[in-house]
């Protein structure tokens, strides 16, 4: 098959590659760009470990095609924290012990990134449904909702 | 070397704080590595082909076409796989579980495996391999495989442990028995019996980690593999045996492991991973898919259980008595044992009897989930405790206590225990602040207890100091949810520095000496004990480079909060040397600074835990929701305690979506229909309320610290706590895990008498 | 010698008894004697048996010197999660 050739943002950075017509966006990040923050869980949607900002919209980045990130903005976990500065995100999780494993933790930092984006102060039970399309198989959740309760709140004062 | 383990009262200055742990940061910014992360120069793809049938002889397998096609570098079978194992039957099980041989026993079983260029090739070979399969009837219940006319899955099995020898074969590998009295005489005091049957279905460890790893074998014999794993060194023990390599020729790193709750105890796709790369002379990376996770790795096992338990009016337990049934996946295993071990352990009985049966079915290889087996003993266990109590018109809570196991009872396993927390942890729920919040309409109130052994075992620690007094902590068990953190706590304490001035890593098996399997909740409890017997023994070379420094008698020189002190009036104008000031003159003093230990964790502190959860059950659909959910548990020391929480919350969960939810749903046809996390649903953010903690410390006598272990305990109660739950608020007894919402509506319906 | 009691299923090839008497000194030599004494205890020895020592669990201390008077315990060796 013939490559496609691709020319996206990736966190900010001009990127340019080839890739095959059937090959995920997921495969792309991961094989081809060395970006390997993103985890693949499932392969079809169901964990979330691969979330992305696709253009200001949470998705999962396996069911996506390398070959539609054409000309849009992708962000992943590997952009997340500015230089040495973590994202509040990142500082409540490891504050609050949000994380046992970490497998996990890129795609529910993607996704409460998002969740606070479009909702700055949101209830307990917002922020549980709004992560309920990752997966965390260690924690109970507990810890992951305190953590960005909290954050929420830091970055309001901030 | 003499290292005197057992306990003694202390203050600490680092244990029981809650520091960031030290690869947080790697993890929270996607820098961290794990299984799949890793990649070699002229890496090749594999792929496994595996069995779409429950049961089949293959007959022939004809791989010239996949051999043939361009880009594919490797094709192997069994017969890439010799058998090597010289008549150790656990070893030819894993050889046989790795790539079958004769017979496929699952739908998932791997049969071949290719290596290709990338993983398009590979999947297209995969098609191109033709397997000459002669179907045979199977059997995936572990109730029918039981059965005289079910299908024998292997000819060969005669039920061990029989009075009689018996002269045919069997699904059934094995009967155990354990206890103590006589439950005749027990049951003919007893006031009240209760007697149920219970089942609980097959469900996976979960983790959201597929197995992956990257072999790399070299034309000398020497080997490399990368892997997620609980146990590198048994991982290379098992991989060097299965390929008649030796096991210093093959180095194995463990990765970041994203979750394995005894998932990652077996080797499953490595052995096939290396004869993949022997074969094409190249690295070879393997990865799981999800549906590969399910169909072929992994699962616990399915279970059958009756229990009978007497008592007086007084409320005093006297008989109980119970026969499990647990399904073993197509190989022989130990899972009914230990639930026939676990499952009185909470009380103190003086008539007690357990059998237990290991059953043969055509599902994946049962694999150890977190307190292996003791869940689907205490379900069964702790529903009819309940349901006892209700009859006798006591508390539920008050039954427990008066009939809880302590210190000097004999346990039903066996031994007689020593100090131990099932008590305090019952009367901890009772004075709960839970117990007393009000319950409306079709909600009800549920607890249970729970058990486990906790193990240790063959542990090896280094720890290094460097010139600048920063101190390097290298330990073989595989962090798998917080350890180096915990870690480097007790390095901390015991040389009595900062935990910043620590540093812990998981060293590969080249570099550190043998590790057992990080398995029974033991990483926290073998390694801080080998960490603190490398620290005593750092520190007495520390005080000899003092007394050289200081040129007194090395007697003179004592170890306090991370400084030698010359003990006595006569060196009244000594000033105290610091870790560092001695290691920066290590260089003149002897050379490098180093404490190394390698010993046998012995005498792991025995778990208990409680739990109580409130579930509201809508009678209409049968569905559920956790209203609030406490543990409470007995961690002997927390060394972090909110690692410790972590694993109490954690196992919890885990434990509420085996008793609602998961399940692995066969069709006739034998194959998996839920091979996926849509199907398969583990329990989300929106599923689950916050899950309350109550750490107790009852001092483990032997560990120095009194640490027991803490992974496992808590989802043993869970089961049994909801099912409870869900049989006061629907106002009828469920006796089936898991609760679905169909289950719990067949339930109610059937009630109301139709 | 020690009083040594056997779980259940190791009983039942002991010949139906629950507590057997040897004379042994550490976890070593009371496998060695178990061995000698009741062959079919050995595929049970090399699977693993652990030994409880006043409830204390040994899986692998060969070396552990068994107390006179002490409540000796045989299990079998476990697998985890």
Known sequence: ???????????????????????????????????????????????????????????CSCLVLGAEAEGRRVETIEGMAHGDTLHPLQQKFLEHAALQCGICTPGFLIAAKDLLAKNPDPTEEEIRFGLAGNLCRCTGYDKIVRAVQDAASAMKGA | MNFDPRYSTRSFASVGTRPIRPDGVDKVTGRARYGADFNMAGQLVGRVLRSPHAHATIRKID????????????????????????????????LDNCMARKKALYDGHAVAAVAAVDARTARQALKLIEVDYEVLPHVVDVDEAMKHTAPLLNDAIFTEGLEEKPTRPSNITKRTQFG?????????????????????????????????????????????????????????????????????????????????????????AEPVALALSRKAGRPVKLVMTRDEVFRASGPTSATSIDVRIGARKDGTITAAEATLRYSCGPYAGMWAEIGAMTAFACYRLENVRTVGYEVLVNRPKTAAYRAPSAPMAAFAVESAVDELAKEIGMDPVEFRIRNAAQEGTRSSYGPVYGPIGIGPTLEAAKNHPHMKVPLGKNQGRGMACGFWFNFGGQTCTDLNIGMDGSVSLAVGTVDVGGSRASLSLVAAEELGIAYEQVKAVVADTSSLGYNDMTDGSRGTFSSSMATISAARNAIKILRERAAQMWDIPVDDVVWEK????????????????????????????????????????????????????????????????????????????????????????????????????????????????NPG?????????????????????????????????????????????????????????????????????????????? | MVEVTLWGSLGAIAGGKSKVEIEAKDIRELFRKLAEQYPGFEPYIDRGIAVAIDGVIYRDTWSKELPQGAEIFLLPRLAGG
């Open chain 2, 562 to 673: 991370g400084h030698t002190i010359a003990k006595g009036e006569k060196y009244g104008n000594l000033a105290a040397l610091s870790l560092r000031e001695i290691a920066a003159a290590s260089g003149k003093t002897g050379g490098p600074i180093a404490g190394h230990s390698e010993l046998v964790a012995d005498g792991a502190g025995v778990s208990f835990a409680t739990h109580i959860c409130d579930i509201e059950v809508d009678p209409e659909t049968g569905a559920t929701r956790v209203l609030r959910y406490t543990v409470v548990q007995d961690a002997g020391k927390a060394v972090h305690p909110t690692y410790v929480e972590g694993q109490y919350q954690g196992g919890a969960a885990q434990g509420i979506g085996w008793a609602l939810n998961e399940e692995y749903i066969y069709g006739k046809d034998g194959r998996l229909q």
């Open chain 2, 180 to 268: 103590h009295g006589d439950i005749h005489e027990g049951f003919g005091q007893a006031d009240f019996v209760v007697e149920r049957s219970f089942k609980t279905e097959q469900t996976h460890q979960g983790y959201i980690e597929p197995h992956a790893c990257v072999a790399s074998v070299s034309s000398d014999g020497t080997a490399d593999l990368w892997v997620c794993t609980q146990g590198h060194f048994v991982y290379r023990q098992h991989c060097a045996q299965l390929l008649g390599m030796e096991a210093s020729k093959l180095r194995v790193t463990s990765s970041e492991i994203g979750g394995g709750f005894g998932g990652k105890t077996h080797v499953w």
């Open chain 1, 1 to 59: 098959m013939a490559g496609v050739a691709v020319s996206t943002t990736i966190n900010g950075d001009n990127v340019e590659y080839l890739c095959q017509p059937d090959e995920t966006l997921l495969d792309v990040l991961r094989d081809r760009l060395g970006l390997t923050g993103s985890k693949e869980g499932c392969g079809t949607g169901d964990c979330g470990a691969c979330s992305i900002i696709l253009d200001d919209r949470l998705v």
């Open chain 2, 63 to 94: 791989t010239s076409k996949a051999e043939k096609l361009a880009g594919v570098k490797a094709v192997i079978t069994a017969a890439d796989l010799p058998d090597l194992t010289d008549g150790d039957a656990a070893m030819y099980d894993i």
């Open chain 2, 677 to 754: 996390f849509l199907d398969y649903r583990i329990p989300v953010c929106s599923d689950l309320p916050m899950i309350d903690t109550q750490i107790l410390e009852i001092p483990n006598p032997n560990h120095p610290y009194g640490v027991r272990g803490v992974g496992e305990t808590s989802i043993v109660p869970p089961l049994a706590a909801i099912a409870n739950a869900v049989s006061n608020a629907a106002g009828v007894r469920m006796t089936h895990i898991p609760m679905s919402p169909p289950r719990i509506l067949a339930a109610i319906v059937a009630e109301r008498g139709g």
